[in-house]
C-alpha cells in the first residue's frame, strides 16, 4: 500500500520559513519523480516545485524560485520544501506527489502525478 504523508505545515508570519516533509511508504519512491503543489481556497491546484529521481532536475513555479527549495533523501523516502522569506500569497494547502512514470523528467503537471498525500495546511500572517 503506497502512502504519502505531509507534515510541517503550521502558521507563521510573512518574512518567516517552513520546511515541508513528505515520507513515502511503499515502492512507489523508488525511481519517482516527486512533486510539491498547492491548493488556496477558492483557486484550483498550483504546481510548487518538482525534483527527479537522481536530485539532478529541479523544477520551479516563477513565484516561488529563489525563495523554496525542493529536495529530497532516498533513502529515508522523503521529499522536503524548504520555503524562505513566505508571503500571505503562500497560504495553501500543500500536497506532495508521486510519478513514478517520468522518473528522470519530472513534470509540472498534476495529471500526471499517480500518488497523493493528503495535504498540509500553510498559513503565512501578514
Known amino acids: 500500500q503506497v502512502q504519502l504523508v505531509e507534515s510541517g505545515g503550521g502558521l507563521v508570519q510573512a518574512g518567516s520559513s517552513l520546511r515541508l516533509s513528505c515520507v513515502v511508504s511503499g515502492r512507489v519512491f523508488n525511481r519517482a519523480a516527486m512533486g510539491w503543489f498547492r491548493q488556496a481556497p477558492g483557486k484550483e491546484r498550483e504546481f510548487v516545485a518538482t525534483?527527479?529521481?537522481?536530485?539532478?532536475?529541479?523544477r520551479y513555479t516563477d513565484s516561488v524560485k529563489g525563495r523554496f527549495t525542493i529536495s529530497r533523501d532516498n533513502a529515508k523516502n522523503t521529499v522536503y520544501l524548504q520555503m524562505n522569506v513566505l508571503t500571505p500569497e503562500d497560504t495553501a494547502v500543500y500536497y506532495c506527489a508521486a510519478d513514478p512514470a517520468r522518473p528522470y523528467s519530472p513534470s509540472s503537471y498534476d495529471y500526471e502525478y499517480g500518488y497523493w498525500g493528503q495535504g498540509t495546511q500553510v498559513t503565512v500572517s501578514s
Open positions: 525534483i527527479s529521481w537522481t536530485s539532478i532536475t529541479t
